[in-house]
């Protein structure tokens, strides 16, 4: 049976996200600490790029995954929209 691994920079960004939008947290402050932590700077760089652009395009996603979903996404759990927002 083939074993699945999860990409760290995307699990990291998939934290992020999560925890920008249910803790009191900043940007600054989850960079920070992605600074401190054991990625490689490429995989930094990434991080950064998949939560700024999530962010930045946030409403634009839902907006696309409320078209096509049979569920409204504000209506899914915390992680679940995370991962809707990531992934589209």
Do not use: Y
Not at 23 to 30: K, P, S, Y
Request: charged share 30%; glycine share 4%; aromatic share 8%.
């Amino acid at each position: 049976m083939a074993t699945t691994t999860i990409d760290p920079a995307r699990e990291t960004a998939l934290r992020f996200l999560h925890e920008l939008e249910q803790e009191d947290t900043t940007i600054d402050r989850l960079f920070v600490a992605l600074n401190e932590g054991p990625l490689d700077p490429r995989d930094r760089s990434f991080v950064r790029q998949l939560v700024l652009g999530t962010q930045r395009w946030r409403q634009r996603i839902d907006w696309i995954v409320d078209q096509f979903a049979s569920k409204k996404i504000a209506s899914c759990s915390p992680w679940a929209r995370q991962i809707l927002r990531l992934g589209t």
